[in-house]
């Protein structure tokens, strides 16, 4: 069940990601098109829109990674004192 949460979350984050990267080309038509008329490669322009969606997701990376060790450390730590009840399901 765990497995398909994931698929669908990662799913959800993809289709924002694709929505925004649209929006960002619909708002720099013009540039974009100035650009190929004086010009830039095709590489050149995915580059120049594919680098903000990477400095996005590298600055939401660095964010959220130590959050996450820091949770993940919380939990274990409080599985093994014994403080949570886990339980191992097997199918």
């Known amino acids: 069940?765990?497995?398909y949460?994931?698929?669908?979350?990662?799913?959800?984050s993809c289709m924002g990601l694709s929505a925004?990267?649209?929006y960002s080309t619909l708002q720099r038509q013009k540039e974009?098109?100035?650009r190929?008329?004086?010009g830039a490669s095709v590489m050149g322009i995915v580059k120049l829109?594919?680098?903000d969606f990477i400095k996005l997701?590298?600055?939401?990376?660095?964010?959220?990674t130590p959050i996450a060790w820091w949770t993940m450390?919380?939990?274990?730590?409080?599985?093994?004192q014994g403080k949570i009840e886990h339980r191992l399901f097997l199918q």
């Open 20 to 22: 925004l990267a649209a």
């Open 1 to 3: 069940m765990f497995f």
């Open 49 to 51: 829109i594919s680098t």
């Open 73 to 80: 450390d919380r939990s274990f730590k409080a599985i093994l």
């Open 57 to 64: 997701v590298m600055l939401s990376c660095t964010i959220v």
């Open 32 to 34: 974009i098109g100035v």
């Open 36 to 38: 190929k008329v004086l």
């Open 5 to 12: 949460f994931a698929l669908l979350t990662i799913f959800i």
